[in-house]
């Protein structure tokens, strides 16, 4: 991926900031659609400039989401849902709840 090509998929992704390392070399990132990045500004993933030139838009998102775009499922009353889709206030029920383990 080249320099213009960087700038239309941050064009597209506009929740995914770039900015360069303190070290030389290094491109970070941070997707501040995920609560990894968003709860610690601290946080960001740094890719070296080589290796983002070998890379595309789907491996650079990949790089850069590391497996932390999980979506939480849960099971009540019988049924499956997704956490993402609750309101504020059923998210903060689930937190309250119990949790048992059946053996």
């Known amino acids: 991926m080249n320099a213009q090509e960087l700038e239309v998929f941050l064009e597209q992704n506009d929740h995914i ?9 290094l491109l970070c990132f941070r997707n501040e659609h995920l609560a ?8 960001k993933t740094a890719i070296a400039y080589g290796k983002v030139e ?5 491996t650079l998102l990949g790089a850069i989401n ?6 939480n499922i849960t099971r009540i009353t019988g049924y499956f849902t997704k956490v993402a889709s609750w309101n504020p206030g ?3 029920e689930l937190k309250d709840r119990r949790k048992f383990a059946v053996n």
């Open 17 to 25: 900031q770039c900015f360069d390392a303190e070290e030389e070399q």
């Open 36 to 43: 990894w990045y968003r709860n610690n500004p601290e946080r």
């Open 54 to 58: 070998e890379m595309n838009a789907d």
């Open 66 to 71: 590391r497996g932390l775009e999980v979506e």
């Open 90 to 92: 059923k998210r903060g």
